[in-house]
């Protein structure tokens, strides 16, 4: 499987980006779809998640970010970001949990799998 992002870009406080990140490969079945965000010398966050029909969000991002999915033929998560602010600034990463069957006993295997990261920069 593998996710490759688009999107990222510099823009100034106030203003909006949307992320996208298109998935390729084989899944079985797709546990969690989200948006990760790192800055330097900093762990991985989440900023936002969706896992069927619920979503999860990182609460500096509430009520400005949304994310959504597109789960047919090809396999997209998207990320609207609005009311973007300089400390937003950060190399976003898509993500993907899934899982595949393995053998004809119908043994399953959960993976997970990283995008390469697109920077957003937010200037004041």
């Known amino acids: 499987v593998q996710l490759v992002e688009s999107g990222g870009g510099l823009v100034q406080a106030g203003g909006s980006l949307r992320l996208s990140c298109e998935a390729t490969g084989r899944m079985d079945s797709i546990n969690a779809m989200g948006w990760f965000r790192q800055t330097p010398g900093n762990r991985r966050e989440l900023v936002a998640e969706v896992t069927g029909g619920s979503t999860n969000y990182a609460d500096s991002v509430k009520g400005r970010f949304i994310i959504s999915r597109e789960d047919y033929d090809k396999k997209y998560v998207y990320l609207q970001m609005n009311g973007l602010k300089p400390e937003d600034t950060a190399v976003y990463y898509c993500?993907?949990?899934?899982?595949?069957?393995?053998?004809?006993?119908?043994?399953?295997?959960?993976?997970?799998?990283w995008g390469q990261g697109t920077l957003v920069t937010v200037s004041s």
């Open positions: 993500n993907i949990k899934y899982t595949v069957i393995v053998n004809v006993e119908g043994a399953r295997r959960d993976l997970e799998v």
